[in-house]
């Protein structure tokens, strides 16, 4: 394995990992507060919804980081071109986001923002 596609895996285990701690926080400090204070003023389908969207997040880079790693084990480089594109659109969006939401001051800016270098770098590959 070239170091190109290692860092396109490791750019995928980041955002996978990343997503799955991401959901346990949004678990605990979002979607469980929200709930508890729209419990008397929200419909049940709408408090539905909020968790979904609160989560949507979270499944978009898990499964974007499963994508990664499936691109480099089973496909050429156009699908590797593919994937590194829209899933290193979802991490600068979460990157820039964060950065801006947070003014710096929380660590997801940074580790997505590892993982857009890392799958930049893994689409550089040279002659692939």
């Not at 969207?53 to 593919?82: D, K, P, Y």
């Not at 710096?104 to 930049?120: C, E, F, K, N, S």
């Amino acid at each position: 394995m070239t170091s190109y596609k290692a860092a396109l895996v490791l750019a995928g285990l980041i955002g996978s990992f990343g997503a799955v701690i991401h959901g346990m926080l949004t678990q605990s400090h979002l979607v469980v507060p929200v709930r508890e204070l729209s419990a008397t003023r929200i419909r049940v389908p709408i408090q539905r919804l909020v968790m979904i969207l609160l989560q949507f997040s979270t499944f978009n880079w898990f499964v974007g980081g499963l994508a990664l790693i499936a691109a480099v084990c089973l496909s050429g480089q156009e699908a590797r071109l593919a994937a590194g594109l829209l899933v290193g659109s979802s991490y600068l969006f979460a990157a820039l986001g964060n950065l801006w939401a947070t003014r710096g001051r929380h660590p997801g800016w940074i580790v997505y923002g590892a993982a857009l270098g890392l799958i930049l770098y893994g689409l550089t590959e040279p002659g692939a």
